[in-house]
């Protein structure tokens, strides 16, 4: 089957497209790459196979053959890797070509399958906007990609799951949360108040499993997801942080016109997702000593009951608190709504739908430009 990605390569200080062909076909395993290419692009077929393998793919034992057009173009380095290897993935059926058709495609894959920065990439994206395609290069290139009219991938798929799965387990623990502490509905005919009760918090149970999975996994993608997603993203420590918060306070105080630029969380977003995230903890933890203190014996009510004891009120003070948490979650919540709109209406970079597809879009002259304090800061 035959597949098509595009690459880039540098003529001078301006970058050229390459169409990256792929055939994999039947007959005696082997791996050519032709089109001109130096000895580095040659052996990307061994930094492929190691790293498809040990990304978990098959790697397919047949003819595979690689052709970098134009072919009366020398190319050079080793950001072909990654090109080649979406070739193959898509050749094989394992991506679809059709998500991978349009992409203008930069990166050097390592052994275990992580990408590593490469040359040449501003120069490229000038080409991938000019040509209206989009462009894919490793996180730590995502600053040198910003370039007019450029779309950058920022959240990857777990940080879009987790998201959503926090947004509709919030809405569902607070609707049946509410219920909870004071009724609102009559049981249907032939039905009792105690069994209404009893499906609710099962359904407030479920969800709050469901929550506490989802905030795990973000808490873990923070020191194992790109730039956007780290901790290092979220924690201010470096001066362009501390400088993007106040002026991005200043923003949202309606004291600035434009935000400050950057493309994943601003300063004051992240700082907000660290209190928020805490906040949750707390939610988790007021909740389990809730569900332990109802069970009254079981895994929950021995692992953490011992911790009521040492609240001032006991389990009065523990149900306070998970009602208040729960309406500051819904105020932040409309905030959070308000600055999105604002900010998406103000830098017209897609924040919103962002959330849904990954990608942002980067306009040069525009507040989003530039940002300092982008990736890995």
């Known amino acids: 089957m ?35 290419p130096d000895a580095a ?58 998500a991978v058709g349009d992409l203008v495609v930069l990166g050097e894959l390592g052994l275990d399958g992580s990408l590593r920065p490469v040359r040449g990439v501003l120069p490229t994206a000038l080409v991938a906007v000019r040509d209206g395609k989009r462009l894919l290069v490793p996180s730590a290139n995502g600053a040198e990609a910003a370039v007019h009219g450029n779309r950058v991938y920022v959240w990857e798929p777990l940080v879009r799951v987790v998201h959503w799965t926090v947004v509709v387990s919030m809405v569902v623990l607070t609707i049946t949360g509410l219920y909870i502490h004071g009724p609102f509905l009559s049981p249907a005919a032939g039905d009792t108040a105690a069994a209404l009760m009893a499906q609710v918090r099962f359904v407030h149970e479920l969800f709050a499993i469901v929550f506490t999975i989802a905030v795990g996994l973000r808490v873990y993608w923070a020191f194992a997801g790109n730039g956007y997603a780290s901790w290092r993203a979220l924690v201010p420590h470096t001066r362009p942080q501390w400088r993007n918060l106040a002026e991005t306070g200043r923003f949202y105080g309606l004291r600035r016109l434009e935000p400050p630029p950057g493309m994943g969380h601003n300063a004051l977003a992240a700082v907000a997702y660290l209190v928020v995230y805490a906040g949750f903890a707390g939610q988790i933890l007021t909740g389990l000593l809730l569900f332990g203190w109802i069970a009254g014996v079981g895994p929950v009510q021995a692992l953490f009951g011992w911790i009521v004891g040492f609240v001032p009120g006991g389990i009065m003070t523990v149900r306070l608190l998970h009602y208040i948490l729960t309406f500051l979650f819904l105020v932040f919540t409309v905030h959070h709504v308000y600055s999105s709109v604002l900010t998406d209406l103000v830098e017209r970079n897609g924040l919103l739908s962002s959330i849904v597809t990954g990608w942002k879009t980067r306009w040069l002259g525009h507040p989003g430009e530039a940002a300092e304090d982008d990736v890995d800061a």
């Open 2 to 36: 035959l597949a098509r990605v595009y690459s880039a390569c540098l003529t001078g200080i301006e970058a050229a497209l390459v169409a990256v062909e792929v055939d994999v076909t039947h007959g005696l395993p082997s791996f050519a790459t032709v089109g001109l």
């Open 41 to 98: 692009v040659r052996e990307s077929r061994e930094r492929v196979r190691a790293a498809l393998k040990n990304g978990g793919f098959t790697f397919p034992v047949e003819r595979i053959i690689v052709n970098l057009a134009p072919a009366d173009l020398r190319k050079e380095g080793a950001s072909f890797d990654l090109p080649i290897a979406l070739g193959i993935l898509a050749a094989t059926g394992a991506v679809k070509a059709e």
